[in-house]
């Protein structure tokens, strides 16, 4: 069950259902499923407008005022929306606060920073590598950006005995 913290409705439906398979009314799902979630991404949740697309620098949260009904993404703040699975209503980015990935990888993603990576890109307003560079040089921490909650799922995380094989 996702979250930093759950949401309280995701909660409820959860204990819900445990009572209801209490009650031999309902059956658990399959070990290792995701519950309390939904199955799409924040970005489909989220009541912002998506339309500009081109941004020239990322930015802090607190170095710019963000216009209310505006992407953040595409207003140069790193939103991990694009990737990140529904079910907190996009408490964050509705609230002026980019999304971290709290609710984990959105279903269909396989590599969490890979799928932000190629997200980030597509609004990048550059075409000269020094450029892209100089954009990409703004997002602070790529690491904790990307990975944050979810690096030991990646395939960043899967190739590292691969890696230090051919290494050695
Ligand atoms: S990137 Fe963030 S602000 Fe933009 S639509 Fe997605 S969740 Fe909303
Ligand atoms: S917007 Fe993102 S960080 Fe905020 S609660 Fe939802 S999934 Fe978590």
Redesign the pocket.
């Known amino acids: 069950m996702p979250?930093?913290p759950p949401e309280s409705n995701q909660i409820a439906a959860v204990i819900d259902l445990v009572i209801q398979v209490v009650q031999g009314k309902a059956e658990l799902p399959p070990k290792g499923s995701v519950i309390g979630a939904g199955d799409s991404t924040?970005c489909d949740e989220c009541k912002r407008a998506r339309n500009v697309k081109k941004i020239k620098s990322f930015e802090r949260i607190w170095g710019i005022v963000p216009d209310p009904a505006l992407c953040l993404l595409e207003q140069g703040i790193p939103c991990?929306?694009p990737a990140?699975?529904s079910?907190?209503n996009?408490?964050?980015?509705i609230a002026g606060a980019q999304?971290?990935?709290?609710?984990g990888p959105a279903a269909g993603v396989s590599d969490y920073g890979a799928r932000l990576i190629s997200s980030f890109a597509s609004v990048l307003d550059a075409n000269e590598p020094e450029e892209i560079d100089r954009i990409l040089d703004g997002l602070v921490d790529p690491a904790g950006q990307f990975y944050r909650f979810n690096l030991a799922g990646s395939l960043l995380r899967a190739g590292v005995p691969a890696w230090k094989k051919e290494k050695a």
């Open positions: 979250g930093c924040v991990n929306g990140t699975r079910g907190c996009a408490r964050c980015p999304c971290i990935g709290c609710y």
